[in-house]
């Protein structure tokens, strides 16, 4: 979610990295996610030869020995991640599918709330999240929206980059053309975002302008947010700008939804790693960079139309 707060600071699944901030690092308590979607076992395919992957002797020996990286994500962001026929697939997992090769493990997918992500990656219950989720300072430092230590933070392999999206009803009815137009206005968002995080320093700019705040609708999950904008219940949504435009492109058959043209504040997406796993952490950068080389992840990237994301070499919490 793009900008800070896909998922995915939106999301970003960028989750609008113009738009907005994901939920801080360590501010949520680990929640209950309701049912939860395996993406299909592996999504990476099995090595039988793990100590013949370049990287694998890279990996932690906890990993090695369980030959599985387990990964949370919230798949409600196609292209990044969604569900099909009962398994999670999009750019993410591919992209895991090809780092999985270089490291001779499996990554597993486990779809639950975008907004409890970074804290389940803190206390264990997932390796590593990958969820279109934004590279920023406030997440690698655990601070909440004041600057308020609130916990460790994470540490991000960044591997893609996108910015926020604004989109609206087909026909743009409203006329709305720049985020400036938004004053005033009703906008829908996901829940814990990056882009929900925009929107509030958005309405703080529209007041100091002497215009009127927004009014921010914020929900559990983007279809919900999705629906608001569609009934004209909320002159518009954010989103990280391929979410949107795969959104924009399929529902409705392409008469849903518009996106404006451009993109705000872009910033990189990051697999989030507990700061205490380091070794994972290095071995998740070299791991990109290995796939950026041989070219297997420009084909991801081709295979869902996300080229315009793509990075030259990975960092490690590249995001401001």
Avoid: H
């Avoid at 279809?223 to 004209?232: I, M, P």
């Amino acid at each position: 979610m793009t900008a800070s707060s896909t998922r995915r600071t939106t999301a970003a699944r960028t989750r609008l990295a113009a738009v907005g901030s994901l939920a801080v690092a360590g501010a949520l308590l680990l929640t209950a996610c309701g049912d939860q979607t395996e993406g299909g076992g592996s999504s990476s395919e099995s090595s039988s030869a793990s100590d013949k992957a370049p990287l694998f002797s890279k990996l932690p020996a906890d990993i090695q020995k369980a030959g599985v990286i387990k990964v949370g994500t919230n798949a409600e962001y196609a292209p990044m991640e969604s569900v099909e026929g009962g398994k999670i697939v999009g750019v993410d997992p591919d992209i895991a599918a090809a780092l999985g090769k270089q490291l001779g493990v499996d990554f597993q997918f486990t779809s639950g709330g975008f907004d409890t992500l970074i804290t389940a990656v803190n206390t264990g219950r997932y390796d590593v999240a990958m969820s279109s989720i934004t590279d920023n300072k406030q997440r690698q430092e655990g601070l909440d929206d004041s600057g308020k230590k609130l916990g460790t933070g994470v540490d991000f392999v960044d591997y893609f980059t996108a910015g926020t999206a604004i989109y609206v009803q087909k026909g743009n009815p409203k006329g709305i053309k720049t985020i400036d137009d938004l004053c005033g206005q009703t906008v829908a968002v996901q829940r814990g975002t990056t882009y929900e995080e925009a929107l509030k320093a958005q309405s703080k700019t529209c007041t100091e302008g002497g215009k009127k705040a927004l009014k921010i609708e914020s929900f559990e999950n983007d279809t919900e947010a999705q629906t608001r904008v569609k009934s004209g219940g909320a002159v518009a949504g954010v989103n990280d700008y391929p979410v949107a435009v795969d959104m924009a492109r399929k529902a409705g058959n392409g008469n849903t939804f518009e996106v404006l043209d451009k993109q705000y504040e872009a910033a990189p997406f990051g697999i989030v790693v507990n700061k205490k796993n380091t070794q994972l952490r290095d071995a998740l950068k070299e791991a990109v960079d290995a796939i950026i080389k041989d070219g297997s992840y420009q084909k991801v990237l081709e295979k869902w139309g996300a080229e315009s994301g793509a990075i030259k070499a990975s960092a490690i919490n590249g995001g401001k």
